[in-house]
């Protein structure tokens, strides 16, 4: 399987100012294998905010004219608790404005990210836009309920991809879609809610297997929601 990178082409990581979007840019770059490597956040130029669309169509269209083919997009964002929302243990405890927020991050806003970057992606040959999901939004993998606002926030994120990604084939062939679970990270979006003995990785680590299972997808894996081992994960 050849490998998503080339030293001519372009790669994006949005979100790269969190732990895992960071260690995601650290390792591209340091691979040497990409022409470019940009980081996008609320702070880089261009600033991307996923909660206004005129931000994240600006960024999309500053990014536009650059001379390198993109080749490689991952969504690094994301939110669990704090900053408005809520991670509730039972049905009592839903607020429909924490569940709002919920839903602009982790659903919304990697919709508006496909709905401006993926028409940016190469046509030509091989790439992948991949965005950050969580083995808790799995509805068939659900044994424990709770979590509603966060669950379902990501379970939404993992139909719009595979709807995208049936999208993305019509003009795209070469281009794969798909949402990873990046496994537990020690990053502050996990602080308070990691449990005692789960693989807790650092972020570099984490950065390190996502690329990994990037590298290895197939074009007939697109649309398709994996673990960090390349594993499928259930709807």
Not at 61 to 85: D, E, F, M, Q, W
Not at 162 to 167: G, K, L, M, P
Request: aromatic fraction near 6%; proline fraction near 4%; include cysteine.
């Amino acid at each position: 399987m050849a490998p998503v990178t080339t030293s001519d082409s372009l790669a994006i990581v949005i979100g790269a100012t969190g732990g895992i979007g960071a260690a995601l840019v650290d390792e591209l770059q340091s691979s040497g294998l990409w022409g470019a490597v940009v980081g996008l956040g609320r702070n880089s130029l261009p600033s991307i905010d996923l909660t206004r669309e005129d931000s994240v169509r600006d960024a999309a269209h500053s990014l536009s004219a650059t001379s390198y083919p993109l080749r490689l997009i991952v969504n690094a964002t994301g939110v669990l608790g704090g900053k408005g929302c809520v991670v509730e243990k039972s049905l009592r405890q839903i607020d429909p404005e924490a569940m709002r927020r919920a839903f602009m991050i982790n659903s919304i806003g990697p919709a508006l990210l496909m709905k401006h970057f993926l028409p940016l992606l190469a046509r030509d040959g091989r790439s992948v836009f991949a965005t950050l999901s969580a083995r808790v939004g799995s509805i068939g993998d659900n044994r424990l309920g709770g979590w509603y606002s966060y669950r379902a926030s990501k379970a939404a994120q993992n139909q719009l991809v595979r709807s995208a990604a049936v999208e993305l084939k019509r003009s795209h062939p070469g281009a794969i879609c798909v949402a990873i679970h990046p496994g537990t990270v020690d990053t502050s979006l996990t602080r308070g809610y990691a449990k005692t003995g789960l693989d807790l990785q650092t972020p570099a680590v984490a950065a390190q297997r996502i690329l990994g299972v990037l590298d290895d997808l197939d074009i007939r894996q697109s649309g398709g929601f994996f673990d960090n081992k390349g594993l499928a994960i259930p709807w």
